[in-house]
């Protein structure tokens, strides 16, 4: 891939669809855990398709089968951490820590409302923790698998 060839799925509106699960763990305390369940479906449809987009360039780039494995598994283990694992621990931590404060510490709250603010409270959060997750997986496949595999 040129310089100046955006990346469908990590350079567009397309890389949002990583995001469903986050999305999905900040209403999980007003949606039945289907639809949570169901975002997590779409984050991992998008990682499964940037990992066979990944896969295909390299193998049009190269046509080795161990360089295109090794992409795939590069694109994979990438996606998986920094799209879906980590971020939806995260904010499913967030959200749990957030809930359980304001139902301690705020109790003139009602339930709804503090659902609501729960919710807010981790929408609000995911553009704050997406870059340094990505940067964090980045350096850890860096110090890991890529390290392994590709020298």
Known sequence: MSECEKDLFRDTWVRYLGYANEVGESF?????????????????????????????????????????????????????????????????????YTHKYLQKNVSKIPAKPRSLITVAVGLASIPIIVKPIDISVTMFMNLTYRQLVKG
């Not at 289907?34 to 449809?45: N, P, Q, T």
């Not at 494995?69 to 971020?87: M, N, R």
């Open 28 to 96: 999980r305390a007003l949606v039945p855990v289907k639809v949570v369940r169901a975002s997590y479906a779409v984050a991992f449809a998008y990682v499964l398709a940037d990992t066979g987009d990944k896969s295909w360039k390299m193998f049009r780039k190269d046509g080795r089968v161990k360089n295109v494995l090794v992409e795939t598994g590069d694109a994979l283990l990438w996606q998986t951490l920094a799209s879906v694992a980590i971020p939806g621990i995260v904010i499913n931590r967030i959200c749990a």
